[in-house]
């Protein structure tokens, strides 16, 4: 499984940002997907994660109501739009891929495959 990601970029607090992961190889529509980040100095952390099939979704607290993952299987990718970004949301954004999980997790080392990473930066 190959993924990449994109659409970060440099924004004022409060704006929105979506970002895109494409991914190819397996069938995509088979496993769960999630966003991680990680902040300068910091350890990569959980952001969201997605169901195979898109019916389940989890967050974690700090971006719950404002960010939205999303997939289209058709496409091959999964999203993550961002709205009422804070200067804490500036980290390097990470999608990945759980290819064996029975349902969809929040712990880094269940991934077994990872993008290359996008830059998401907001000033105040």
């Known amino acids: 499984v190959q993924l990449q990601a994109s659409g970060g970029g440099s924004v004022q607090a409060g704006g929105s940002l979506r970002l895109s992961c494409a991914a190819s190889?397996?069938?995509?529509?088979?496993?769960?997907m999630g966003w991680f980040r990680q902040a300068p100095g910091k350890g990569r952390e959980f952001v969201a994660a997605?169901?195979?099939?898109?019916?389940?979704?989890e967050y974690t607290a700090s971006v719950k109501g404002r960010f939205t993952i999303s997939r289209d299987n058709a496409k091959n990718t999964i999203y993550l739009q961002m709205h009422t970004l804070k200067p804490e949301d500036t980290a390097v954004y990470y999608c990945?891929?759980?290819?064996?999980?029975?349902?969809?997790?929040?712990?880094?080392?269940?991934?077994?495959?990872w993008g290359q990473g996008t830059q998401v930066t907001v000033s105040s």
């Open positions: 190889g397996r069938t995509f529509g088979s496993y769960a």
């Open positions: 997605i169901s195979a099939g898109g019916s389940t979704t």
């Open positions: 990945a891929a759980d290819l064996f999980g029975s349902s969809i997790n929040n712990k880094e080392s269940q991934y077994e495959f």
